[in-house]
């Protein structure tokens, strides 16, 4: 295993989706290997999942500081979810616009992500 395929893993580790022969693959590489090392350990403080439910919270400022410290690491090696944290603060602002405007939403953002984003939200309570 490569660091490349370490990182592509990392998300199935921490969701427990991979096997156990992979699991021991993937430890083995970050005992192997320090900067995935790194990486394991703080995927494993935070996990995606805990990163959406704490993204309200993160929002509205309400996180603790230790919570706050470990959120904001998940984004500095998870690039699906500073996409994700990216669509979410989208679509909030939006929504407060369209409260105001009381109009449509704008064209850009595609009523598909809207719904994702809810979706996980929902999920995530
Ligand atoms: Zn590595
Ligand atoms: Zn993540």
Excluded at 92 to 120: F, H, K, M
Aim: aromatic share 8%; net charge negative; glycine share 6%.
């Amino acid at each position: 295993m490569n660091c490349h395929e370490f990182r592509q893993s990392l998300f199935a580790y921490t969701e427990h989706q991979l096997g156990d022969g992979e699991r021991a693959t993937l430890e083995g590489h970050a005992q192997a290997c320090s900067g995935c090392g790194d990486l394991l350990q703080r995927a494993s403080e935070l996990t995606c999942k805990d990163f959406v439910a704490f993204l309200q919270a993160h929002l509205d400022d309400e996180l603790e500081p230790e919570q706050a410290r470990v959120f904001r690491r998940h984004l500095e090696f998870c690039p699906p979810c500073v996409d994700y944290l990216d669509a979410y603060e989208k679509t909030v602002s939006l929504g407060r616009e369209v409260c105001q405007a009381d109009g449509g939403l704008p064209e850009e953002v595609p009523e598909q992500l809207i719904r994702a984003v809810l979706e996980a939200q929902r999920r995530a309570t």
